[in-house]
């Protein structure tokens, strides 16, 4: 449905799931986020039988994990997983082109354009985001200084953009191939680099692309401090990360540090 949950709605989701025996799963796949659509409490009700649910929009142009519980009006024991996830033509197909007339179309909250993959095994899923045009271990984006002095490197701070990332997700990073792993902070904010683009757009001529819109604040976004770096020199900063599905994916950027 597309936001209007009215009573003919209501009248075909409890037939229709009066037919689903309770151990199956059920899945609702709808436009209009879960959470914003009216009347969502009678979703939630009609829902109340089943033991094994989720459900999957869009809309926002944007992606999110979300855990609906008593607080948003969910009654069930277990919280309500619902996923706002990315769209094919992230912003509309905003932003500069590449050199294939491609508009690079980066997300509100600084996720690259993509899809979702849904694995179903009986009342079990898995979720695994796809970006656009590349490989499938892009799950992330790091932000960090390109150089440093050795003086100021601990305390620096890290941020990283882990697409389909969660409040469910571990996100840790160390430096180089020996350093002490450590946990970073999930820490919703605006994406830097997207709001590094907005700023940049003033300075394009029309033709460069369509403006994107403005910057959004990101669920899945986590931050943490480099650890004293005495040796100059080129450093990997790896970060790896482990989502609600068990699925482990891992990323690294290089940084500059000089004496």
Partial sequence: YHGEFGEAQRTFLKNDLALVPKDKLVVLSMHIPIQTVNDQEAVYDILDDHPNHFSVSAHWHRQGHFFLGKEQGWKGVEEHHHLVHATVCGSWWSGTKDENGIP??????????????????????????????????????IYAPEMIKSAEAAGTQVVVNVFAGSERST?????????????????????????????????????????????????????????????????????????????TYHEKRSIRVEN
């Fill in 104 to 141: 690079h179309t980066t997300m509100a909250d600084g996720a690259p354009n993509g899809y979702s993959i849904i694995t179903f095994d009986n009342n079990e899923y898995s979720i695994r985001f796809k970006a656009a045009r590349r490989p499938a271990n892009h799950q992330m984006n």
């Fill in 171 to 247: 996100v840790e990073m160390r430096v180089g191939d020996s350093g002490e792993w450590t946990k970073m902070v999930l820490t919703p904010m605006k994406d830097p680099y997207f709001v590094w683009l907005k700023e940049l757009e003033p300075l394009m001529p029309k033709e460069a692309g369509r403006k994107l819109p403005d910057a959004q604040e990101s669920t899945h976004i986590w931050t943490g401090n480099l650890p004293g770096i005495s040796e100059s020199g080129v450093h990997l900063i790896r970060v790896r990360t482990t989502d609600m599905f068990g699925q």
